[in-house]
């Protein structure tokens, strides 16, 4: 098990950008697969992105792509989630995930930070 602790949410104008970050703890990170997720008021949790253990995949939803950019530093044990051109829609709580390379679900959770965006 690790523990995960996102940062960086606020509020943001639409158009904006803001960079969140998620701090794992634990020495095995570099063998997990990270994901980032979201949970808007009234709506079910979606997925939003995801990064491979070494970085060398990544996969987005359409509502992202090319909006988002996963990425990842091992030794500093962080992923982060860039979001640029940022639209109302994009409100939510940001969660970040992590599950081990070749498990099925994410099982590890972060306690989210909140993300607005004002028209």
């Known amino acids: 098990q690790v523990q995960l602790i996102e940062s960086g949410g606020g509020l943001v104008q639409a158009g904006g950008s803001l960079r969140l970050s998620c701090l794992v703890s634990?020495?095995?990170?570099?063998?997990?697969?990270m994901g980032w997720f979201r949970q808007a008021p009234g709506k079910v949790r979606e997925f939003v992105g995801q990064?491979?253990?070494?970085?060398?995949?990544?996969d987005y939803a359409d509502s992202v792509k090319g909006r988002f950019t996963i990425s990842r530093d091992n030794a500093k044990n962080t992923v982060y989630l860039q979001m640029n051109s940022l639209k109302p829609e994009d409100t939510a709580v940001y969660y970040c995930?992590?599950?081990?390379?070749?498990?099925?679900?994410?099982?590890?959770w972060g306690q989210g930070t909140q993300v607005t965006v004002t028209s």
């Open positions: 990064i491979s253990w070494s970085g060398s995949i990544t």
């Open positions: 995930a992590a599950k081990r390379s070749g498990a099925y679900q994410y099982d590890n």
């Open positions: 634990g020495r095995t990170f570099s063998s997990y697969n």
